[in-house]
């Protein structure tokens, strides 16, 4: 049985949930959870309505929850928003400094830099476009390019690493 | 009357085309690229032909291909949408030669209001002043910037065969006008095939107003009042509405009768915009004609009754404009909003993906012109608006209330959206009071974030799934004390209604 995570990515920051209580449904009763998140305790009934729709009673109010899993991630949708959590257990370790990825699926326009190319923090790397919008990658850090994994015309996806930058020391080592 | 129609287009604007097709009794073709073989355009024709090409874009763009393709299948008529080959000079012409009709104005009404400078020229031959700016294509650098200086900065860096934001930059200071000239340049050659670039003076607290005009064959031109919309994100519109919150009877007269000038001196064919900046003091000038069914048009439909797209199709085979002037009234107010999939907490970045639940609004004074469903893949290839959402009520406060009531019950889950953003828009006093102009994102959004109500709602919802899938909830952390023995959680929850109002 897989455990709830405790720590996950929504809205563009961490949050830290705890459940301290949980009661499972019953024939009569909803589901009641008591839970932490962000060092606030809130307390909820859940009524499951089906193909993951929730209605749910929070601190007195009761809101129309959707949720739909996407892969590891999840979608959560109410009254006009929806965010998108991310288990922070089910992702990689976060991505180690010098990797240069896309946050979302596009087509290489343009490479900047060649291998072993001496490049400075905020340099640009590499030209993506999206759904008609163009986007610069930057170099995360001082150093030496040394990987380019990707080419003009090249569709990718999103964490694909397009290229990778190390400190001098070990571009010395390579 | 034509009896089938080829619409070269995708997503929302050829499923709305569609829709009124078949009020008319026409029959419908799509035509669709091999990333679209899914799409809800495809399914909501009677008929569908794929368009080969490497590159997504490619089939969408080929004239030669979109003229077979109408050929094939037997169409009369080939409606082109907005944004790819809407504006074609050469769509227009290939229909010509082959014998099918372009549903929108003639290939030299095109290239002129194309051509952003002709114009420009064209507006101040007609006694409407263009915005401050340069009527003539800046060869050197040396020029432009002398021509700067004499404008002042801010400036626009415009492309004279721009559009939807492309080939702009916007200029602070004159340091950066050699690298905005270059980007701009470089943009327009790589989208319209065209360098030439001009300048026009940035104007801050302006409001963005366009006016409907529709024109028969024989010249006969009537408008169809204004749309307001100067909300927007990187010089593309997401709120729009009408009538404009600050015109009055006097200067809504006047601005109405200066597009038919403009339009008349173009003459002009079929649906067309003519776009005005509008300044506090209600000075106006023209900016730009828009040869197309605009993305906005459904304020328009909503405020007069009159479906465009229908006029489109009548203009275009010949029937004369069966509305006089005088039958076109205004009713109430219109808004609508525009959908993206984009994430506004991540400057609108586009956020392709694969649309799990869409659930639109309903009940009164909604419509929701929507190009995706459950399953839809949003792909990377294309401009990600997703759908319209458009409401009409009695003034502009029930519009308002009306658009964010229907906004809560949209549910579109996926890809990221700025249904919230939009909902705090129509909500805000900023936005209640009129103050639409061009930078209002800018004056009154820049730092918005999501509700962190809303995330612990959604935790908890997420929470509610997991534990009931069977998840474990880890013990509590050594911090996590509180909430003891003596307090019994449930006996206070049960004291909630279920399903009511709080």
């Given at each position: 049985?897989?455990?709830?995570?405790?720590?996950?990515?929504?809205?563009?920051?961490e949050h830290r949930l705890e459940v301290l209580d949980y009661?499972?449904?019953?024939?009569?009763?909803?589901?009641?959870?008591?839970?932490?998140?962000?060092?606030?305790?809130?307390?909820?009934?859940?009524?499951?309505?089906?193909?993951?729709?929730?209605?749910?009673?929070?601190?007195?109010?009761?809101?129309?929850v959707r949720v739909a899993a996407c892969g590891h991630d999840c979608w959560?949708?109410?009254?006009?928003?929806?965010?998108?959590?991310?288990?922070?257990?089910?992702?990689?370790?976060?991505?180690?400094?010098?990797e240069v990825t896309p946050s979302m699926p596009a087509v290489v326009v343009k490479v900047l830099v060649g291998e072993g190319q001496r490049v400075q923090r905020g340099q640009a790397l590499v030209v993506i476009t999206a759904m008609k919008m163009e986007t610069t990658l930057v170099s995360p850090r001082d150093?030496?390019?040394?990987?380019?994994?990707?080419?003009?015309?090249?569709?990718?996806?999103a964490g694909q690493v397009l290229c990778e930058v190390v400190a001098e020391e070990e571009a010395d080592e390579l | 009357?034509?009896?089938?129609?080829?619409?070269?287009?995708?997503?929302?604007?050829?499923?709305?085309?569609?829709?009124?097709?078949?009020?008319?009794?026409?029959?419908?073709?799509?035509?669709?690229?091999?990333?679209?073989?899914?799409a809800l355009h495809v399914q909501q024709a009677d008929q569908a032909l794929a368009l080969a090409g490497s590159a997504p874009e490619d089939g969408y763009l080929d004239v030669e291909q979109i003229v077979v393709a109408a050929r094939d299948s037997g169409a009369q008529a080939i409606h082109p949408g907005y944004g790819f080959l809407a504006e074609s000079a050469r769509l227009a012409g290939a229909c010509r030669q082959a014998g099918l009709v372009f549903i929108g104005p003639p290939a030299r009404v095109l290239e002129l209001a194309g051509d952003k400078l002709a114009a420009r020229r064209l507006a101040r031959e007609a006694g409407v002043p263009p915005t401050a700016g340069t009527d003539q294509p800046l060869a050197d650098l040396a020029a432009l910037r002398r021509q700067a200086s004499r404008l002042g900065y801010p400036l626009l860096v415009k492309a004279a065969a721009g559009g939807g934001g492309k080939g702009m930059r916007r200029v602070d200071e004159e340091r950066q006008l050699e690298q905005a000239l270059q980007m701009a340049a470089g943009e327009a050659r790589a989208a319209f095939g065209d360098e030439r670039l001009f300048l026009e003076r940035y104007r801050q607290r302006v409001h963005h107003v366009e006016v409907q005009i529709l024109a028969d064959d024989s010249g006969r031109l009537v408008h169809l009042f204004e749309r307001e919309c100067s909300i927007q994100r990187r010089h593309q519109k997401i709120i729009e509405e009408a009538p404009a919150p600050l015109l009055d009877d006097d200067l809504r007269q006047q601005?109405?009768?200066?597009?038919?000038?403009?339009?008349?001196?173009?003459?002009?064919?079929?649906a067309g915009t003519v776009e005005f900046l509008v300044?506090?003091?209600?000075?106006?000038?023209?900016m730009e004609i828009n040869a197309r069914l605009q993305v906005e048009h459904p304020v328009t439909e909503l405020l007069t009754g009159i479906d465009l797209v229908e006029q489109q199709i009548r203009l275009a085979a010949g029937e004369p404009l069966s509305l006089a002037q005088e039958d076109i009234g205004r009713r109430g107010h219109a808004l609508e909003c525009r959908i993206y999939a984009e994430d506004p907490t991540r400057d609108f970045l586009p956020s392709p993906g694969t649309i799990s639940v869409c659930e639109a609004p309903a009940g009164p004074g909604i419509r929701f012109d929507s190009g995706v469903g459950a399953g839809s893949v949003v792909p990377v290839d294309y401009d990600p608006i997703l759908a319209k959402l458009i409401v009409h009520a009695g003034d502009r406060p029930r519009a308002a209330a009306r658009l964010a009531r229907a906004l809560d019950e949209t549910c579109i889950l996926g890809v990221s959206t700025p249904l919230e953003l939009l909902g705090d828009i129509v909500r805000s006093p900023q936005f209640l009071d009129g103050d639409t102009t061009t930078d209002f994102?800018?004056?009154?959004?820049?730092?918005?974030?999501?509700?962190?109500?809303?995330?612990?709602?959604?935790?908890?919802?997420?929470?509610?799934?997991?534990?009931?899938?069977?998840?474990?909830?880890?013990?509590?952390?050594?911090?996590?004390?509180?909430?003891g023995a003596g307090d019994d959680p449930w006996r206070r929850l049960r004291r909630f209604r279920m399903g009511g109002r709080s």
């Amino acid at each position: 049985m897989r455990d709830v995570p405790r720590v996950v990515l929504a809205d563009g920051g961490e949050h830290r949930l705890e459940v301290l209580d949980y009661r499972p449904a019953g024939a009569d009763r909803p589901a009641g959870i008591r839970a932490r998140i962000d060092g606030r305790q809130l307390l909820a009934e859940a009524r499951a309505l089906g193909e993951g729709r929730w209605l749910l009673s929070v601190e007195g109010r009761t809101v129309l929850v959707r949720v739909a899993a996407c892969g590891h991630d999840c979608w959560v949708g109410q009254g006009g928003s929806a965010v998108l959590i991310r288990p922070q257990a089910a992702r990689p370790a976060s991505a180690p400094p010098g990797e240069v990825t896309p946050s979302m699926p596009a087509v290489v326009v343009k490479v900047l830099v060649g291998e072993g190319q001496r490049v400075q923090r905020g340099q640009a790397l590499v030209v993506i476009t999206a759904m008609k919008m163009e986007t610069t990658l930057v170099s995360p850090r001082d150093g030496v390019v040394a990987a380019v994994k990707v080419a003009a015309g090249d569709k990718v996806v999103a964490g694909q690493v397009l290229c990778e930058v190390v400190a001098e020391e070990e571009a010395d080592e390579l | 009357m034509f009896s089938r129609i080829l619409v070269a287009n995708r997503g929302e604007i050829a499923v709305r085309i569609f829709r009124t097709c078949r009020e008319l009794g026409i029959a419908t073709v799509a035509v669709y690229s091999p990333a679209d073989r899914d799409a809800l355009h495809v399914q909501q024709a009677d008929q569908a032909l794929a368009l080969a090409g490497s590159a997504p874009e490619d089939g969408y763009l080929d004239v030669e291909q979109i003229v077979v393709a109408a050929r094939d299948s037997g169409a009369q008529a080939i409606h082109p949408g907005y944004g790819f080959l809407a504006e074609s000079a050469r769509l227009a012409g290939a229909c010509r030669q082959a014998g099918l009709v372009f549903i929108g104005p003639p290939a030299r009404v095109l290239e002129l209001a194309g051509d952003k400078l002709a114009a420009r020229r064209l507006a101040r031959e007609a006694g409407v002043p263009p915005t401050a700016g340069t009527d003539q294509p800046l060869a050197d650098l040396a020029a432009l910037r002398r021509q700067a200086s004499r404008l002042g900065y801010p400036l626009l860096v415009k492309a004279a065969a721009g559009g939807g934001g492309k080939g702009m930059r916007r200029v602070d200071e004159e340091r950066q006008l050699e690298q905005a000239l270059q980007m701009a340049a470089g943009e327009a050659r790589a989208a319209f095939g065209d360098e030439r670039l001009f300048l026009e003076r940035y104007r801050q607290r302006v409001h963005h107003v366009e006016v409907q005009i529709l024109a028969d064959d024989s010249g006969r031109l009537v408008h169809l009042f204004e749309r307001e919309c100067s909300i927007q994100r990187r010089h593309q519109k997401i709120i729009e509405e009408a009538p404009a919150p600050l015109l009055d009877d006097d200067l809504r007269q006047q601005l109405c009768s200066d597009a038919l000038a403009v339009a008349r001196a173009a003459g002009y064919r079929n649906a067309g915009t003519v776009e005005f900046l509008v300044d506090e003091e209600g000075n106006y000038s023209f900016m730009e004609i828009n040869a197309r069914l605009q993305v906005e048009h459904p304020v328009t439909e909503l405020l007069t009754g009159i479906d465009l797209v229908e006029q489109q199709i009548r203009l275009a085979a010949g029937e004369p404009l069966s509305l006089a002037q005088e039958d076109i009234g205004r009713r109430g107010h219109a808004l609508e909003c525009r959908i993206y999939a984009e994430d506004p907490t991540r400057d609108f970045l586009p956020s392709p993906g694969t649309i799990s639940v869409c659930e639109a609004p309903a009940g009164p004074g909604i419509r929701f012109d929507s190009g995706v469903g459950a399953g839809s893949v949003v792909p990377v290839d294309y401009d990600p608006i997703l759908a319209k959402l458009i409401v009409h009520a009695g003034d502009r406060p029930r519009a308002a209330a009306r658009l964010a009531r229907a906004l809560d019950e949209t549910c579109i889950l996926g890809v990221s959206t700025p249904l919230e953003l939009l909902g705090d828009i129509v909500r805000s006093p900023q936005f209640l009071d009129g103050d639409t102009t061009t930078d209002f994102l800018e004056r009154h959004f820049a730092d918005w974030r999501p509700s962190p109500r809303r995330l612990q709602v959604a935790l908890l919802g997420w929470l509610a799934e997991r534990l009931a899938g069977g998840e474990t909830p880890l013990p509590p952390g050594g911090d996590a004390g509180s909430g003891g023995a003596g307090d019994d959680p449930w006996r206070r929850l049960r004291r909630f209604r279920m399903g009511g109002r709080s």
